[in-house]
């Protein structure tokens, strides 16, 4: 197909064979990933708050789930998630807005950044949780 003539003399896309990945195009992809993760860990926290409500009961079989070792972990990377998709989001309103950071370098330091942001911030706010 590319050998023919066409009349539109736009180029085709690039495949998949002939691109790059780089550090941009993983935070988008994380950025939709971390969005669709997050459905989930709002469930959960609803749930919490819902048995927050129900009683004392309901209360402390929830939290006997929510203190094991597999779901801190859980609750972490949905910390994790959050801090991402929030940075993401960000970065998304900042492109939409004055045109700036789409020079492939600044993109890809601010793609970077956002990764270091979700892990520190997590980190931060599970150690602050933790210690008082």
């Given at each position: 197909m590319?050998?023919?003539?066409?009349?539109?003399?736009?180029?085709?896309?690039p495949h998949l064979q002939i691109w790059r990945p780089h550090a941009?195009?993983?935070?988008?992809?994380?950025h939709r990933f971390t969005g669709m993760g997050l459905y989930v860990g709002t469930f959960l926290i609803a749930a919490w708050l819902v048995a927050?409500?129900?009683g004392p009961e309901a209360y402390a079989q929830v939290e006997a789930l929510i203190s094991c070792l597999p779901a801190q972990i859980i609750l972490f990377?949905?910390?994790v998630a959050v801090l991402f998709h929030f940075a993401g989001g960000i970065r998304f309103l900042l492109w939409?807005?004055?045109h700036v950071g789409?020079?492939?370098k600044t993109a890809?330091?601010?793609?970077?950044?956002?990764?270091?942001f979700a892990v520190l911030g997590s980190v931060a706010i599970w150690a602050a949780v933790l210690w008082l």
């Open positions: 590319s050998g023919t003539n066409r009349a539109d003399p736009r180029p085709l896309s941009t195009m993983f935070a988008s992809i994380t927050l409500a129900t990377v949905w910390t939409d807005g004055p789409f020079e492939p890809s330091a601010v793609s970077v950044l956002l990764y270091v």
